[in-house]
C-alpha cells in the first residue's frame, strides 16, 4: 500500500477510504494505524510514525534510536526525493547511490543561489533543552523553489511553512512555532487545493462544503 499527492492512500490498487479527522484506523495486515490530523496524514508504525503534508512534504519520526530500530539505515545520499530544475518538482523517489546525484535532467546544474528571504525559514528555539534551530532543511527547498529569481506559489509557500513547523514540533519546539503564515485562513480551502493535486476520490477525510462524502 501506499499514500499519494491528495492524502490518496492506495490499498492494493484500490482507493482507501481515510475516516474523519481524528479518527485511529488499522491499516489491514499491518502494525500500522493511519490517521488524518493537523492537516498531515499520520501513519503510525511499531517503529516510526510518518506525516504526509499531501502535496510537498513528508517527515519520519522513529520512536527508538536508529540503532535500534528494525530499519536500513543508508547515508544522505543513498535515499531521497530527486529535485528536478526544469519541472520545480520532487517528483521521484531514489533509492541507492551510484553516482550520488539525481537521475532526472542532470543537464541542469543545482540551484546555488535562491530568494535572500529564505534564510528567515530558519528559527532559534525558545527551549535551547530541545534544539537550537530548525528550519535547515525548509530553507533549502526555498532556495530550489526560487532559484534564478523565480518565485513560489501560495500553494508553495504553504506548503514550504508547514513543512517547517512540523519539523520544528517533532524537534520539541513549543506552538508559538507554529505559524502557518501565508496559509489560508480557511482551512478548507486548503484542503480542497490539496485533494485536487491528487487523483480523483470520493470520500475525504474532512467536511468541506461540495464535496462533502
Not at 66 to 93: F, H, P, Q, Y
Amino acid at each position: 500500500w501506499e499514500v499519494q499527492r491528495g492524502w490518496l492512500v492506495n490499498m492494493n490498487g484500490e482507493k482507501w477510504a481515510i475516516e474523519e479527522t481524528g479518527v485511529e484506523q488499522t491499516v489491514p495486515g499491518t502494525n500500522c494505524t493511519i490517521e488524518f490530523d493537523d492537516w498531515h496524514l499520520v501513519i503510525d508504525c511499531e517503529d516510526f510514525t510518518t506525516y504526509y503534508d499531501g502535496i510537498m512534504s513528508g517527515h519520519i519520526s522513529l520512536k527508538r534510536d536508529v540503532d535500534g530500530a528494525t530499519v536500513e539505515k543508508r547515508s544522505g545520499n543513498d535515499i531521497g526525493l530527486c529535485w528536478d530544475n526544469m519541472w520545480g518538482t520532487r517528483s521521484n523517489w531514489q533509492v541507492g547511490a551510484s553516482t550520488g546525484t539525481c537521475e532526472l535532467n542532470q543537464a541542469f546544474e543545482a540551484c546555488s543561489s535562491g530568494d535572500i528571504g529564505c534564510v528567515d525559514y530558519q528559527v532559534e528555539s525558545d527551549d535551547p533543552t530541545y534544539f537550537a534551530t530548525c528550519g535547515a532543511g525548509a530553507v533549502d527547498s526555498c532556495t530550489e523553489l526560487t532559484c534564478d529569481e523565480s518565485g513560489m506559489t501560495s500553494m508553495q509557500q504553504c506548503a514550504l511553512i508547514q513543512a517547517r513547523d512540523k519539523s520544528c514540533a517533532l524537534k520539541g519546539a513549543t506552538a508559538s512555532t507554529l505559524s502557518r503564515l501565508g496559509c489560508p485562513e480557511n482551512e478548507c480551502d486548503w484542503f480542497l487545493a490539496v485533494v485536487a493535486e491528487g487523483c480523483p476520490q470520493e470520500s475525504f477525510p474532512f467536511q468541506c462544503g461540495e464535496i462533502d462524502a
